[in-house]
């Protein structure tokens, strides 16, 4: 759920990540769909050939959720 939705229905969505993160510190388990990663190939330079791999470098995104709940795991 991109970020910006996110914040639209925190209010209606809230009880059920509160539920989420507590049952995963609770039991230790990590949910699978949270381990999901989006990778963004990005040019290094702008004067390298764009059709050489080795010009690109990975970008890895988490979901938000997933930086939250392990940011949450190291506070409590």
Same mark, same amino acid.
């Given at each position: 759920m991109p970020m910006n939705v996110l914040k639209q229905v925190i209010d209606l969505?809230?009880?059920?990540?509160?539920?989420l993160f507590n049952h995963s +510190? %609770?039991?230790g388990h990590f949910p699978?769909?949270?381990?999901?990663?989006f990778i963004t190939?990005?040019? =290094?330079?702008?004067? +390298? %050939?764009v059709n050489d791999a080795s010009?690109?470098?990975p970008i890895s995104t988490l979901l938000v959720l997933? =930086?939250?709940?392990e940011i949450?795991?190291?506070v409590s």
């Open positions: 969505v809230s009880p059920f990540i509160f539920e +510190l %609770d039991t699978n769909v949270l381990r999901q990663v190939p990005v040019v =290094k330079k702008v004067n +390298l %050939d010009s690109y470098r997933s =930086k939250v709940l949450s795991s190291f």
